[in-house]
């Protein structure tokens, strides 16, 4: 069964990323999410991984009384976007999960403070519409 794990941030993250993190912080973070992928490869869970440009590089397409509306990101009522995503393919939920928790020591500065707790989601993915469970 596959599974999509998504990570979430805010915009403030990513800043926080890429101006306050030191080098040495950075360098660990790349360092931990390389071996944390290439250790599903070597598994053979890996199935597919995408980090996710800026939230200010967002488009939301909608449609408005039948015209077609383009908002350009960031949202300020959305306080957390997905920011990356791994689909594994592994033997059971559960095993997605010890996937996942793994990414809860992902490395971050020690004076960092995100102002909630840090979370990854995790759900199945359908194979076919009879499995998108309606």
């Not at 996710?52 to 939301?60: D, E």
């Not at 397409?61 to 990101?73: C, E, K, Q, Y």
Request: aromatic letters at 8%; charged letters at 25%.
């Amino acid at each position: 069964m596959k599974y999509m794990i998504m990570m979430f941030g805010s915009q403030k993250d990513l800043a926080d990323i890429a101006g306050a993190w030191s080098s040495d912080e950075v360098k660990a973070l790349h360092e931990f999410m390389g071996k944390w992928n290439n250790d599903l490869v070597e598994s053979g869970e890996f199935v597919d991984a995408q980090g996710l440009s800026q939230p200010a590089h967002a488009r939301r397409i909608s449609l408005r009384d039948g015209s077609l509306v383009v908002t350009d990101g960031p949202y300020a009522e959305t306080q957390e976007v997905l920011v990356g995503y791994t689909t594994v393919d592994c033997a059971s939920y559960d095993r997605a999960t010890e996937i996942a928790a793994q990414l809860a020591n992902t490395p971050h500065p020690e004076d960092s403070d995100l102002g909630r707790d840090w979370y990854v989601d995790i759900r199945p993915c359908a194979d076919s519409f009879e499995e998108l469970e309606l």
